[in-house]
Nanobody, 117 residues
């Protein structure tokens, strides 16, 4: 059973933009905070951004001002708009959902983002 399905990864040149999408099949969507993490080769998985059902957001310092997380509750989908991409943004990006009550976390399968210099 696949609960979170990411799309939108690929290759882009430095300075370019990309938008990731994550469709959630977990219901009700409004009970889950949603987020994006990333994992580069040889590094630990790290938080990129999170968004609550009400729209409050949190970002890693490394992406503030460049990335924007948003959600469309009517489509049960979360987005990550990435601008001014740099080679250090290269990683597998994972969508996650966090139940507001139990804190149970689900992960998507990941999507590769490659930024070339």
């Amino acid at each position: 059973q696949v609960d979170l399905v990411e799309s939108g990864g690929g290759w882009v040149q430095a300075g370019g933009s990309m938008r990731l999408s994550c469709a959630s099949f977990i219901r009700p969507f409004a009970l889950y905070a949603m987020g994006w993490h990333r994992q580069a080769p040889g590094k630990q998985r790290e938080l990129v951004a999170m968004i609550t059902p009400g729209g409050s957001t949190q970002y890693a310092d490394s992406v503030k001002g460049r990335f924007t997380i948003s959600r469309d509750n009517s489509k049960s989908t979360v987005y990550l708009q990435m601008n001014s991409l740099q080679p250090e943004d290269t990683a597998v990006y994972y969508c996650n959902s966090d139940h507001l009550g139990s804190r149970a976390r689900n992960w998507g399968q990941g999507t590769q983002v490659t930024v070339s210099s």
